[in-house]
């Protein structure tokens, strides 16, 4: 029996109040997972994604998080073990889903160093560090889902610096693998491929152009919904399914295969 098996499950699932986060976690309560989410900015969104979970008959709350302030994250740490105190009377959760994140669309030659820096602190110094400051927290046996992004296996011109931010995400998802194994902590990448959400100004939902440019290379004919990716997220986190670790879990619909 693995250290989860005997109580409700507890997931952290940062930008949670829309998109694939939202959808990951509304799928997550579905299967009996509790939830602690974060927002950025949409705070009502987030409760209105509590109140969701909860009329699904689990216990959930919303916390504020800038992925992209590592400084923030101690006290964020603080909270978050507050609040598995005062709702679950418990220490640790046991599944970090480290989801969210914005896009930019940028030619190399345009692109600034403001924002390079500004995906790198949010995709890759957040995703590292955030997951440190959170390793206390985690139940020994829990697993880690990150996020990374069909674009950092092809490649589109405008993508290079928010996909070589989703390699690197890639890279040390493999790393925590590794040292998290003795913990008997699971750490693996969803790489979603195009999928209709707000990212990237909704270009993928909005614009019928794009839309069909991505259904036109993607085997199934189709872009991703943000409950395909949901649906995933939910069953590589299933109980029994423990044993995938170290891996980049692409879903996509077979995008440019
Ligand atoms: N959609 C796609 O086509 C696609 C494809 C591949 C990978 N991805 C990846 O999937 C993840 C989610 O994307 P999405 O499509 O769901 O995007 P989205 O619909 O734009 O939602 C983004 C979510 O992340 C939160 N967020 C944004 N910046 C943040 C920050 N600095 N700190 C904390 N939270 C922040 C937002 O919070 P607030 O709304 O509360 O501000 C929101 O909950 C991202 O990592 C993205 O790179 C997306």
Known sequence: MTATASRN????????????????????????????????????????????AEALGRRAL?????????RSFDAFAARVKSALASHWQRQQFDYLVNNAGTGLHASIAETTEEQFD?????HLKGTFFLTQK????????????????????????????YAAMKGGVE????YLAK?????????????????ATDFNGG??????????????????????????????????????????NGQRIEVSGGMML
């Open 118 to 122: 500004a995906l790198l602190n949010i």
């Open 134 to 161: 959170l390793l206390p927290l985690i139940a020994d046996g829990g697993r880690i889902l990150n996020t990374s992004s069909g674009l950092a296996r092809f490649s589109f011109p405008g993508y290079a610096a």
């Open 203 to 244: 270009a993928v939902r909005d614009t019928a152009q794009v839309n069909a440019q991505i259904a036109g290379v993607t085997a199934l004919g189709r872009v991703g919904l943000p409950d395909d990716i949901g649906a995933a997220v939910a069953s590589l986190l299933a109980e029994g399914n423990g044993w995938i």
């Open 9 to 52: 499950r507890i997931a952290l699932v940062t930008g949670a109040s829309r998109g694939l986060g939202r959808h990951s976690a509304l799928k997550l309560a579905e299967e009996g997972i509790d939830l602690i989410l974060t927002y950025q900015r949409g705070e009502a969104q987030a409760q209105e994604v509590v109140r969701q």
């Open 62 to 70: 919303a916390l504020q998080l800038d992925v992209g302030d590592s």
């Open 179 to 195: 040292e998290l194994g003795p913990r008997g902590i699971s750490v693996n990448t969803v790489a979603p491929g195009a999928i």
């Open 171 to 174: 890279v040390l998802t493999r």
